[in-house]
């Protein structure tokens, strides 16, 4: 019996240890700042203005040419701790959309009807039956107003019930039941929530654990919100994006489709200081400063720069979402190079001094 738990313990031991190692292979790899052309001092200008200027950041990674170069969390915030994504949630579902494309289980230019015979209206008007799954991803449904799904029992049949007063595709309005849609029409061709759908070609192999996904009275996947991931996950999901959707050697999203979904694909304003305003594509916004994002209520934001080969993933509780990324262009970027920098070991010693001590204030 001795033996017995004895190699049990070092069965347990071993297990723990290749747990640990491949947890740590599947994270991204670390460097400091200045090796990736970045400067710790003006890292650490931008810290200190967003812990001042907005309530509250909760996390904050910078990823440059792969490399983390720096991750922060204000307590009780941690990189364990699972964060709620809110709307962030739709680029995830924009991304099993362009996967279920890829393996021919439907086309953007499906009609929606198509996929929901038994729960349209008896006598569809003509706006709904024009309406396809490109509308979904765009935000231009046709509709005046977003359906309120939350006093439904089936938020399907709610929706295409709802009033569509514009031709589809010509009127951008953010609609957050259009991207649960997205999701029941990925469940209805694939048999899978986008949850389970994208275990495999998505979670798994970028190495993001134990992913939640609140679902429907329905049972599926909410879609425009309701994903909850950690801080490192966010920041993978924008790297995977940034290489095209080539991850370890393997290409798990069509570079096609990525193309697609970063792409301006309809206007939603004129304000060039608004980064709300620069346009919107499949499920992500355009952003100034030739970027794009994901991004969430109260300021979970997955932004992607290709021209800076950079991502920065931050997580927040602020009702001033214009103003955190406003901190992000005026403080941060003014701290990029373009080529690597002088090793500056005070000064990163100063930005892990003040990390250390960062608070969220709610």
């Not at 810290?47 to 040419?65: E, G």
């Not at 935000?139 to 977003?146: F, I, L, P, V």
């Not at 979670?203 to 909850?228: M, N, R, V």
Request: hydrophobic content about 40%; aromatic content about 10%.
């Amino acid at each position: 019996m001795r033996t017995f738990f004895l190699t049990l313990l070092a069965t347990l031991a071993v297990s723990s240890v290749h747990g640990q190692l491949n947890a740590q292979d599947k994270a991204l790899p670390r460097s400091s700042p200045e090796s990736q052309g970045i400067s710790s001092t003006g890292i650490l200008e931008f810290v200190d203005a967003a812990t001042n200027q907005i309530t509250s950041l909760h996390s904050f990674m910078l990823v440059r040419h792969g490399q983390v170069v720096t991750e922060a969390w204000w307590e009780p915030e941690s990189a364990i701790k699972p964060h709620v994504l809110w709307s962030l949630s739709k680029s995830f579902t924009s991304t099993a959309v362009g996967l279920a494309v890829a393996e021919g289980k439907l086309s953007i230019d499906d009609p929606v009807l198509k996929f929901f015979p038994d729960q349209a209206p008896t006598e569809p008007p003509a706006n709904l039956k024009a309406m396809r799954v490109r509308d979904l991803l765009t935000m231009s449904t046709g509709h005046q107003d977003e359906v309120n799904l939350r006093n439904e029992k089936d938020w399907t049949r709610a929706f295409l019930a709802q009033s569509v007063p514009h031709k589809p595709g010509t009127h951008f309005k953010y609609n957050t039941p259009a991207t649960y849609m997205q999701s029941a029409i990925v469940q209805k061709v694939t048999g899978q929530t986008v949850l389970d759908y994208l275990k495999p070609r998505l979670f798994e192999p970028l190495g993001i654990e134990s992913p939640k996904w609140d679902s429907s009275p329905e049972g599926i996947s909410l879609g425009g919100y309701g994903l909850f991931l950690r801080t490192e996950d966010i920041a993978k999901f924008g790297q995977l994006y940034l290489q095209k959707g080539q991850w370890q050697g393997k290409q798990l999203v069509p570079a096609e489709w990525i193309e697609q979904a970063t792409s301006k694909q309809v206007s939603n304003g004129s304000d060039p200081s608004r980064d709300w305003d620069q346009g919107y594509g499949f499920q992500f916004w355009r952003c100034r400063h030739d970027a794009y994002r994901g991004d969430g209520r109260d300021g979970q934001f997955c932004i992607v720069l290709p021209k800076l080969d950079a991502v920065i993933a931050i997580t927040a509780n602020t009702g001033d979402m214009q103003a955190e990324l406003n901190v992000v262009w005026d403080k941060l970027l003014p701290a990029f190079s373009d080529k690597p920098l002088a090793e500056n070991p005070a000064g990163v010693a100063k930005l892990k001094e003040s990390i250390a001590k960062l608070k969220a204030t709610k």
